[in-house]
């Protein structure tokens, strides 16, 4: 039996590492399914077991370079604290070699040759201007340094640049010629081959210029260069771990929320215990100001409670006994007791934690163009690399051989792939934590590209347009009070267990804020109703019919009325009557219309829809003419009533040769039809196995959710989509130009210095735009 299990990867830093770790895994033996995430830099393996085990797939990855560990579980699994320490000691040597960096800038000006073509007169317009317009000022600034010997300038540039690579750069070198050796090459190995080449180069300058002079090519050194694209490329991973900082924030936020304590009640005794030493059925306490540590059900007390940060709804909810409360939710005041119903690791919080790490995971179908671009583009850049030298010796001779190294170096520089591994699963981190932050739960990359580009909404009636659960929606008094009329019907109706007598009681304790009265001699007559003693009556609760039928057909012209209307909104009528306690004769004191009423939000959401140019259709089990009902208050045209799980199956499959279809749903039988949907949008409050169907779920009641999770889905498959073209165009402009196809005409050449910046600028630019989704308008309407 498969088993899945989850690898925190440290090391990678580009699209190739990621390819790289995911073939190399998805290689081994027993394996059957591979993600790797470049963003979390966690890696998630199906494997046999029987064939292989953990420590072997752990080992696999460090054999090709990278550091690998089995993750943690639970909600606070999510630990990027050896990350944030990796990204501070990337910004604190990114510093030190800029600093370097410039200090050798300075000093590499006085070693500059003047011919023509050379380092001194270089074709990049930045470094010309560099020489026209900085080198004179410092002259002038500084005439001491023009004054040092040339040997003493080189042996100080060779000491500040081989602190830099040993110190800052070791990484490139180390992991670098290691991916080399097993084949696959990665980012770190063209910082290392890039560098190394103009750091071997200005060695030979160094040391044996007239090798160099003799055969025509100037001795220049590039020294400087080597210390300034380390810099940078070390200033790009530093900006890019801060921007995946921000964008795993939603996830760490969530992952804090569960205290690490709770305070167990035994007896009359109080302790605080770790959270994982808590078990199902124990007592805890959860006091004012704190976050409820488990699952569980409230035993006493009554509190206010706050679960903005696992449902999305902004109004904090009323817990009293009996109610259920959810890890991670915060008791704004008030106390409770609850007892636990989940175990740390099981509760709420840790699935959804669980779940969104598993979205982030997850690829969506667009990022397989960049994965299969990636596992063949570094390889074909090194290729790249040697043309351009080839191309630069056989235009221009040997003399050119340092500029074409330059180029070659520039190449290699300039066509880092990071930009392409961050494209798209730095935009689907972003929008499943700006979803969880709505009470959006969406299950990876996959669900919200295909949700991206829905064409048709089905939505299920029961529980997802309608409370699912019968209320009282209309009363009609004709001889007593409202209030009498509610009071008698619901002291009946308490004895009994009927769900309609259970919306009858919540109804008139809400509208008359006290507990009905007590009745005496409850009779039950099947086919006829229910009636009791209330105070000096017997009072009946029936069917329209049957109280007609028990007054003697008199029927009441206001009744018929009440009764026309209730049917045309599909409520069921209940009629209520008395007699006197003697057995005189039987009056029909009023009715009331009982239906599962339309969520208040239901119709703004179908408008939303159908704003959004979704065509939306209702399915429902229930008779047609109650369905008809509840969809025209909702404001949808198209209604398929009267259907069993599997007819709501073959209607979604008959909507699909149509267009991609969205369904949702809150029940056990919309299961088949979510599952069947291109994307399946389940309802928090609805059943597990509904859920689990699901790609998307809701967490609260509010449909309006579902059009501002179609809204977000299509703003980030737009930041995906942009995130790729830019990322493809600018290799398709940068390698040209850094091989020197400008140079012919326009006399422009990029140098390795600006190629440096200009790849760190990329990849940075890439996580920014994909950030704005933090920040995209999808509303609630």
Known sequence: MDTTQTLDV????????????????????????????????EARIVFDPSLIGLPALVSAVEAIGYEAAPASAGARSVDTSDRDNEAAAAGKQAAVALVCGAVAMVLSMPTMTPHVGGHGASADPLMTWTAERIMPAIAAAMPWLFAIPRDVLLWTLLALTTFVMTWAGRRFYVNGLKALAHGLPDMNSLVAVGTGAAFGFSLVAT????????????????YEAVVIIIAFVLTGRWLEARARHQAVAALQGLARLQPREAIVV?????RATPIEAVHVGQTILVRPGTRV??????????????????????????????????????VTNGAVFVRVGAEAGRDT?????????????????????????????VPTVLALAGLTLVAWLVVGGVGAFAQGLAASVA?????????????????VMVATGRAGSLGILVKGGDALQRAGSLHTMVLDKTGTLTMGAPAVVDALALDDSLEDLLGAAAAVERLSEHPLARAIVAHAQNRLGRPPAVAAEFRSEPGVGVSAIVGTRRVHVASVEAMIKLAAGVTPPALTAFVDAATTRGATVVCVGAESADGGGLRILGALAVADAIRETSREAVAGLHAAGLRVVMLSGDRPETARAVAGQAGISEVVAGVLPTGKVEEIRRLQREGTVGMAGDGVNDAPALAQADVGFAMGTGTDVAIQAADVTLMRPDLRLLGASLRLARASVRIMRQNLFWAFAYNVVAIPVAAGALYPAYGILLSPTVASAAMALSSV?????????????????
């Open 10 to 41: 440290r090391g990678m830093t580009c699209a190739a590492c990621q390819a790289n770790v995911q073939r190399t895994l998805a290689r081994q033996p027993g394996v059957h399914d591979a993600a790797v995430n470049l963003m979390t830099g």
């Open 293 to 330: 540590p488990l699952d569980g059900v409230v035993i006493t007390g009554r509190a206010d409670v706050d679960e903005s940060a696992v449902t999305g709804e902004s109004m904090p909810v009323a817990k009293g006994p009996s109610a259920a409360v959810t890890a991670g939710t915060l």
């Open 207 to 222: 040391f044996w210029p007239l090798a160099l002079t003799s055969a025509g090519v100037a001795p220049d050194v590039y």
């Open 266 to 270: 035994d007896g009359q005794a109080e």
């Open 411 to 427: 190449v290699l520089i300039v066509a880092c792939p990071c930009a392409m591994g961050l494209a798209v699963p730095t935009a």
């Open 349 to 377: 919080l840790s699935r959804l934690v669980e779940l969104m790490r598993d979205a982030q995971l997850s690829r969506a179908p667009i990022q397989r163009l960049a994965d299969r671009v990636s596992a063949v583009f």
């Open 765 to 781: 630019s890439v996580v920014a735009n994909s950030l704005r989704l933090r920040r995209a308008p999808v509303g609630l309407g």
